[in-house]
């Protein structure tokens, strides 16, 4: 999320923590999110990467989840004191090296979550990797997990938006090399929101 974008739901996020947040435009969200994806996806069709031109009649438009603004939380961060730097296994068979940034905190459709926010080390050092498998992945999503990006901040406080949970590259292209969910990121529950598979005519 960009700086503005989140200096502008600052104030939401610390009313959600109070429980006392203002109703969300929800025709407007989507509507942002609908656009969004659509820029996406003609990307993707103007362009040989990720997805090679003999497979763009078969994934594009991107499959997703009807848009729901319930995924849409606050998230505060945990910061993490662990200098260790993890090899983190990825499709390629290689490892990644990554560090845990910390715990993102956060309650979806009433259950407390915790989940892990990494440093990686091949990207810009404001970057925050969430890297998640659920109960969705293997069926209706991509068994190797999801991703969302993050910028980090000093608030310590985030927009988690699971609507734009999106599929890694080696998806939709072998020769992408995308790292695989770490234990403490695969969820116990349904993530029904986001990108997921291609289905025939859909």
């Known amino acids: 999320m960009r700086t503005k974008a989140l200096a502008a739901v600052l104030p939401a996020l610390a009313l959600a923590a109070c429980g006392h947040a203002p109703p969300e435009d929800a025709r407007g969200y989507a509507q942002r999110l609908a656009d969004d994806r659509a820029a996406k996806d003609e990307l993707f069709r103007s362009g040989k990467d990720p997805i090679p031109d003999t497979r763009k009649a078969e994934l594009l438009p991107l499959a997703y989840f009807p848009i729901d603004p319930d995924y849409d939380v606050p998230a505060s961060l945990e910061p993490s004191a662990d200098p260790t730097i993890l090899e983190v296994a990825t ?11 910390g715990t993102l905190v956060f309650s979806l459709k009433g259950q407390p979550i915790r989940i892990t926010a990494y440093h990686d080390l091949t990207a810009p050092r404001n970057h925050l990797s969430v890297m998640f498998s659920d109960l969705t992945s293997g069926t209706e999503t991509y068994a190797a997990g999801r991703y969302l990006d993050l910028d980090s901040n000093a608030t310590g406080f985030y927009e988690l938006d699971f609507n734009r949970a999106y599929n890694p590259y080696c998806y939709y292209n072998a020769g992408y090399e995308c790292p695989y969910p770490l234990p403490e990121n695969r ?11 291609k289905r025939p005519n859909t």
């Open 187 to 197: 969820l116990k529950i349904p993530i029904r929101a986001g990108e997921r598979m």
């Open 91 to 101: 499709s390629s068979g290689t490892t990644r090296q990554m560090r845990k940034a």
